[in-house]
């Protein structure tokens, strides 16, 4: 017996419903109910491969409707009817169902890749949600970390800054009120160039505060001179021992790509003086004929690279998706090599854009010339 018309109507509405479902097991319910009017069957087996090497199985009934994980294929139960998803590939999944009526095999087979294609949709739009929600949550830890920067600053400016300016006013104010009762004492003296001594203090400060906003020197010296001078930072600060080597002709960047640069081999360089334990840090740059790279190497303890997607394993640690971000953002490229016990080594790989190719064209002609 063959599928009537009405049938064929029933299918089509199922395949609309299918593709709105907000989850698998209303796909499967629905399938359920279309088929047990269609062709009368009382239990459906729908098996769906998620991602390769891994199956669920829905067991739909007029009572339950079971859901079972596997890591090996389900196969269809002895004495069905079974349609395929896909006929070349019986692992991709397939529906089962055993009838009492005569048009199960037929129902099945134009049921199928609807449920097929509506499970299919589900999976990826949940992929998409996820990673969706995933960026967001990166992107307001990274916010976080921001704000807890700006704390800090604006901690230091207001606790220590501005404490050391009102302490220097009422020292004035003293030396001045001193000054005008014409006492030019030792005593006033001595404050003065305490005073003075103070303000080197604060100027040192509000430099340490400013260059951790903005580098200057990226402005002035550029890149080069910026990373080299990060580098003995790190040499004086640290035990392990940081060289900065170039190779190439060294040339400058735009200035979104070298404050970019900068601030990744900066977290390069702390996550090395964090967490390696190595002795010895090279940062190395290449200027190559159309790109520039910057290779952090460390000779520390390495890690399992599964540590970059944090906790949830999904979810990219914020120091290494930052990285990625700001690379991204320049159209550039970063690798990070490492295995546990054989220290690190994050790789920035930056084209030049075509202006900074322009520049060193007319740079030549004009060394020529
Ligand atoms: N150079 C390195 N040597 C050893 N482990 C590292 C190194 N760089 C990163 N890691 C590991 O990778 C993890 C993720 O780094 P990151 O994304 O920068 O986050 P965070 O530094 O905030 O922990 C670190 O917690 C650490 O376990
Ligand atoms: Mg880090």
């Known amino acids: 017996m063959g599928l009537s018309?009405?049938?064929?109507?029933s299918v089509a509405g199922f395949v609309r419903k299918a593709t709105k479902a907000l989850n698998a097991e209303t796909i499967i319910l629905e399938a359920f109910q279309v088929l047990k009017t269609i062709a009368r069957i009382d239990r459906l087996q729908v098996v769906y491969s998620p991602l390769p090497g891994r199956w669920t199985e829905w067991k739909s009934s007029p009572d339950e409707l079971?859901?079972?994980?596997?890591?090996?294929?389900?196969?269809?139960?002895?004495?069905?009817?079974?349609?395929?998803?896909?006929?070349e590939d019986e692992y991709a999944g397939f529906i089962a169902a055993r009838s009492r009526g005569g048009k199960a095999r037929d129902a099945l087979e134009l049921v199928a890749p609807g449920i097929w294609s509506s499970l299919l949709l589900r999976a990826a739009l949940d992929r998409v949600q996820k990673a969706g929600s995933l960026e967001t949550e990166l992107a307001r830890?990274?916010?976080r970390a921001r704000d807890e920067e700006r704390r800090h600053i604006a901690r230091e400016l207001h606790d220590d800054l501005g404490q050391s300016l009102a302490s220097l006013k009422l020292a004035l104010k003293w030396a001045e009120d001193r000054v005008r009762a014409g006492r030019r004492s030792a005593e006033v003296t001595h404050e003065i160039s305490k005073a003075r001594e103070d303000v080197g203090v604060m100027l040192d400060k509000l430099r340490d505060l400013s260059h951790t906003l903005y580098p200057r020197i990226l402005d002035t010296l550029g890149f080069v001179p910026a990373l080299k001078e990060l580098a003995h930072q790190a040499t004086r600060f640290s035990q392990i021992r940081v060289e900065c080597t170039t190779q190439g002709k060294s040339r400058r960047l735009q200035s979104e790509t070298e404050i970019t640069l900068y601030r990744c081999c900066q977290e390069a360089m702390n996550n090395a003086l964090r967490h390696s334990g190595a002795s010895k840090l090279?940062?190395?740059?290449?200027?190559?004929?159309?790109?520039?790279?910057?290779?952090v190497e460390d000779n520390g303890k390495?890690?399992?690279?599964?540590?970059?997607?944090?906790?949830?394993s999904r979810v990219m640690s914020s120091g290494f998706w930052t990285i990625r971000q700001r690379m991204a953002d320049i159209?550039?490229?970063?690798?990070?090599?490492?295995?546990?016990?054989?220290g690190t080594?994050?790789?920035l790989i930056v084209p030049y854009?075509?202006?900074e190719v322009h520049d060193k064209r007319k740079n030549k002609t004009t060394h020529r010339g």
């Open 141 to 143: 830890a990274t916010l």
């Open 331 to 342: 159209c550039a490229a970063f690798r990070v090599s490492t295995a546990e016990g054989h």
């Open 302 to 312: 390495g890690f399992d690279p599964r540590a970059l997607y944090g906790s949830n």
């Open 66 to 87: 079971e859901v079972h994980s596997h890591d090996e294929w389900p196969a269809p139960e002895k004495r069905v009817a079974a349609a395929f998803f896909d006929p």
């Open 5 to 9: 018309n009405s049938d064929l109507r």
């Open 353 to 355: 854009s075509s202006r």
């Open 282 to 295: 090279i940062v190395h740059v290449r200027f190559a004929q159309r790109e520039v790279r910057v290779t």
């Open 345 to 347: 080594a994050v790789e």
